[in-house]
């Protein structure tokens, strides 16, 4: 069993910067790709950022690249967000997830890969 604990989310005005975290427990968190995703009010949930098992492969959708950048701290079970210049269309629910693949050499961008996600973190970027 994998716990996943999302923290960090809040109100921010647009162009400002947040940084959510996730606490693993309950499996050994170095081995698995782990990855970000969202869910606005009405929508369906959609990738945000991945990172492969060592970090050595991570990646971020479109709509945030060059804005958000995912990271690990393995020795600490740790992954990370951060979110710089944020947007309204940025409010959204967050959720970290891990994958259920051993040491998987890149990331996921479905969420069919990951079996193990967190209860989420809501953002909310004010205009």
């Known amino acids: 069993q994998v716990q996943l604990v999302e923290s960090g989310g809040g109100l921010v005005q647009a162009g400002g910067s947040l940084s959510l975290s996730c606490a693993a427990s309950g499996r050994t968190f170095s081995n698995y790709a782990m990855g970000w995703f969202r869910q606005a009010p009405g929508k369906e949930r959609e990738f945000v950022a991945g990172?492969?098992?060592?970090?050595?492969?991570?990646g971020s959708a479109d709509s945030v690249k060059g804005r958000f950048t995912i990271s690990r701290v393995n020795a600490r079970n740790s992954l990370y967000l951060r979110m710089n210049s944020l947007k309204p269309e940025d409010t959204a629910v967050y959720y970290c997830?891990?994958?259920?693949?051993?040491?998987?050499?890149?990331?996921?961008?479905?969420?069919?890969?990951?079996?193990?996600w967190g209860q989420g973190t809501q953002v909310t970027v004010s205009s």
């Open positions: 990172i492969s098992w060592n970090g050595g492969n991570r």
């Open positions: 997830a891990a994958d259920t693949r051993f040491r998987n050499s890149v990331y996921s961008i479905d969420q069919l890969d990951y079996g193990y």
